[in-house]
Each structure stands twice: as structure tokens, then as C-alpha cells.
């Protein structure tokens, strides 16, 4: 059974491999958006209660993706890998989104949680060099996986954003810059924990990129001490742009209502 599983869900190498920005690429993002924008126009107009059950539904499925995968990972790559664990933006927002959909502590930073899962998975949909650096087939578990679970994230935040689940409000952004502050302290912990040399074998994680950039720009021995500083400004940078195209989208919304 092992050898049949693993034949579905390991890496597949072929000569048509997933680049980032090559034709596979493109074709996932363009099926990804398009998903998203039509049930978005398609639930629009619906009541409230179906909208707040697609947002359920949207979380729900992604973090059955992120605890499926642990499971799939030994038939797919024969271990599980750490590097999955919720260190990562994109990992540790889908926790959170979920346990704030379930808890009522979480409840409290749903917008937080939501944003930021929008901005780690929105770009790793954009710039998924994770995959494309293993140059497998496109259709490989790996890619459509790694494709499927930041599609659904981001779906989610768009929900949450466009049918009024959550609000945005100019005067509470420092929530999001405290939250962004939170999530480097988080994997600076994480990278800190697991990574070093057990039994001759290198854990180099690199959780939220606090250790080194992902363009591999900095000196290693200089980037530890200079990229949780850039993340935090980076990342808030990125969730005031939200904030803008969120109030611009609102009043050109406005605007049209009011011609009509």
C-alpha cells in the first residue's frame, strides 16, 4: 500500500517542470483568481448567513488541507517535513484564522489574522519559489498542493473582506503592526527551536524569512539581526496597501450607488 501511495504523491520528474512565472504557473494563478472573483460576484448578492457559511467553508477547507498534509507528506516526500510546522506566515495564520472561527479568545483578532494570511499567502500564490525550486511536474502533489492550500487562503481573506466580515478602520491599523510584531517574535522563536545539527542531519529553516532573505541579498552572518526589522516594515507597508485599495473600492462603491 505504501509503494501505491507513493507512487500517486511523490514528486513527479518530467521534462514539463513548474517554474515560477513560467506557463504552469500562470495558468494556476489565472484559475486561482478567476475561482475567487466569480464567487465572490456570484455570492454578492446573496444573504448574509450564506456568505458567512462560504467563509466557514473557505477556512475549514484550508486548514483540512494543512493537517491532511502531515499525513500525505511520508507517501509523498517518505518523511514528514518540519519545515511545515505553523512557524511560517502562511501556516501560522491558517491556525489562527481557524481557531479565531472556533474560539472565543481567537475571535477577538479575526481581521489581524485575516489580513496577514492574505498578505503570506496572496504572495506566495505570486512568487511560489518553494515549489520551483524542486522542478517537478505541475500537477506533482508538492505544486498543486502548495498551490491549493495559499489559493484557499487567500479566497478566504477575500471573502472576509468583501462580503463585511470584517471591517477595516484607519485608526485601529496598529492592531495590524502589533499583530505583524507578534508573528516575527513567533518565528524567531520557531527558527530558534529547530534549527541546528542532530545526528549529522542540518535543520536550516528559515520561518518567515527572520534568518535570511529570500533573495539570499545579506550576508547570513548580518541578515538574522536586519530581517525581522524588515519584515515588520515590509509587511505593514503591504497591509496599509490593503487598507487602500479596501477604502478605494468602498468609495467607488459609494460613487456608483449614489449615480444610480
Same mark, same amino acid.
Given at each position: 500500500m505504501y509503494e501505491f501511495l507513493n507512487g500517486i504523491f511523490s514528486d513527479k520528474k518530467t521534462e514539463t517542470v513548474f517554474r515560477v512565472f513560467g506557463i504552469w504557473h500562470i #495558468? =494556476? &494563478?489565472l484559475i486561482i483568481f478567476s475561482i475567487i472573483i466569480f464567487l465572490v460576484f456570484l455570492l454578492k448578492n446573496k444573504n448574509q448567513s450564506i456568505k458567512e457559511k462560504a467563509i466557514k467553508i473557505a477556512i475549514n477547507f484550508a486548514f /483540512? #488541507? =494543512?493537517i491532511a498534509d502531515f499525513f500525505i507528506m511520508p507517501f509523498a516526500y517518505g518523511e514528514i517535513d518540519l519545515e511545515k510546522l505553523p512557524f511560517h506566515i502562511c501556516t501560522s495564520t491558517c491556525v489562527l484564522c481557524f481557531l479565531s472561527r472556533h474560539t472565543k479568545f481567537f475571535s477577538k483578532y479575526t481581521k489581524e489574522f485575516a489580513l496577514l494570511g492574505l498578505l503570506g499567502n496572496l504572495t506566495y500564490v505570486i512568487y511560489p519559489? /518553494? +515549489?520551483g525550486q524542486y522542478l517537478i511536474h505541475p500537477l506533482s502533489y508538492r505544486a498543486f498542493q502548495t498551490l491549493l492550500f495559499h489559493g484557499t487562503m487567500t479566497c478566504y481573506a477575500v471573502f472576509c473582506l468583501s462580503f463585511g466580515d470584517i471591517k477595516l478602520d484607519w485608526k485601529k491599523c496598529y492592531k495590524d503592526l502589533i499583530m505583524i510584531c507578534i508573528m516575527v517574535i513567533w518565528a524567531i522563536i520557531g527558527n530558534y527551536l529547530y534549527n541546528g545539527n +542532530? $545526528?549529522? =542531519? $542540518?535543520?536550516n529553516f528559515n520561518w518567515f524569512f527572520v534568518i535570511q532573505d529570500p533573495f539570499y541579498l545579506l550576508p547570513k552572518n548580518i541578515a538574522p539581526f536586519? &530581517?525581522?526589522f524588515v519584515n515588520v516594515i515590509i509587511f505593514f507597508i503591504a497591509d496599509m496597501l490593503v487598507y487602500l485599495v479596501y477604502f478605494l473600492i468602498k468609495r467607488i462603491n459609494l460613487n456608483l450607488l449614489n449615480k444610480s
Open positions: #495558468l =494556476y &494563478m /483540512g #488541507l =494543512y519559489a /518553494g +515549489v +542532530v $545526528n549529522d =542531519y $542540518n535543520h536586519i &530581517m525581522p
